[in-house]
């Protein structure tokens, strides 16, 4: 595919300004470039055809099942995108007087309410723009309210082995230690090397709950009150907030401070390193010390930005936060309702445990009493873990089946994370069952190719636009200028 420099033909043009009413005034020549700058020249129509070529070479959820575990790779509801460009919220500038703006500060207000209702919190901040900058706001929330009551000296943070890379990540932008906490073999948190490392200076245990191997952890309770005694706080990272909406509260299971991930739970597009949104809720010991301005409502009704709020770590994101996927996430919300939401997770779950029972006899699951998942006692929640040894012995690695999935019409699974040779699978509740059954038969059909001949699958993906990349070069010496 050629780049529109290569299409570029001098003269051509897209759309026709009008003439120029008002007198020339020439720039001052300092700051007058010596020529234009050299940008492509293009008819409409060539402009509109290289964009949608370039579209249809993405991989995206609007074209292809997206099992990527951990990253909740759901139907974006087009409703939401007219509601995002409706131009009363679309033309709004950011330092717009309140007064001119109280719709939008309206919905701000609410999506605020819905989501301390949903985490069982008492505060929200809505400025986070990312799951990983949700963490690092709140954990500066936590180190702030430390200080304030005289614990300063509290400067570690327990995080169990399968916690997400952004969770150690976030503390060490933060200053704070890490000490990992062992996962036992079920996959769960191993309690006794929990209460191994609590101590006062202990901050925060970071808790992803249902875990990245896709397990909610029923001993949460008992968690949080060891955490609790010993005077730390429990962070519940929210990224799979999609298991468990409208079933329980990370705040009943006892969490004091989780982020939100907008872009999973709530529908709003990602991937790529697009927009999102992390906003954080909190008990109300540690509201005073979230970012500002808060979007408030004042006792007459109108609505206002709050920033008189002195022991507030400050703004870790400019105006109100990423506004266009907030608004999203308040319109899918709104459009759910309670029971909707609580059919979301429940859906989720079935869709995961569906799945994972087509394929076990192959595709071994790990975490259970017997190395297995039996469906009565021990299900998966919204992914599941598999790792495949009976195809690995055949010499077929992970990153094969990855790459045999795409040739199947397929985005591969999260792989080699939290446990390396696993496939991580996420199918989130808006996949039908006969999508479901398409994707269990490649991976059946991949294990059959495996023993039959292991070529297709070392070779692949052989459909795809771009073929298989040596991963390490391009992570050390990529090549970032476009070549034909
Ligand atoms: C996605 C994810 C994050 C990070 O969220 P971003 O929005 O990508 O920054 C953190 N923890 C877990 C478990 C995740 O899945």
Redesign the pocket.
Known sequence: MQLLFEISTPGARGTELPGSDVPEAPLEAAFAAPAPPPLPEVGYLDLVRHCTRLAQRNFSVDANFYPLG??TMKANPKVNEWASSLPGFANLHPLQDATDCQGTLELLYHLRLFLAEIAGLDEVSLQPC????G?WTSLKVIRAYFRDIGQAQRRIVLAPDTA?G??PASCAMCGASVVTIKSLSNGLTDLDDLKRNLSDEVAAVMV?NPN?VGKFDAHIAEMAKLIHEAGAMLYL?G??MNAILGITRPGDFGADIMHF?T??TFSTPHGCGGP?A?PIAVRKELAPYLPVPQVVKLPDGRYALDADRPKSIGKVRSFSGQFGVLLRAYAYIRACGPDGLRNVSETAILSANYLAQRVKHIYALPFGPKGELPMANDPCAHEFITVPQAIIDTGVTIMDLAKGLIDRGFHPPTVHFPVPNCLMVEPTETESLATLNDFADALLEMAEQARRDVAPLKNAPSRAVVRRLDEVQAARKPTLTYQR
């Open positions: 951990s990253c990312a799951g990983a900058h963490e997400h952004t969770n992803t990245t990272d990224a799979n991930n872009h999973k999102g992390g």
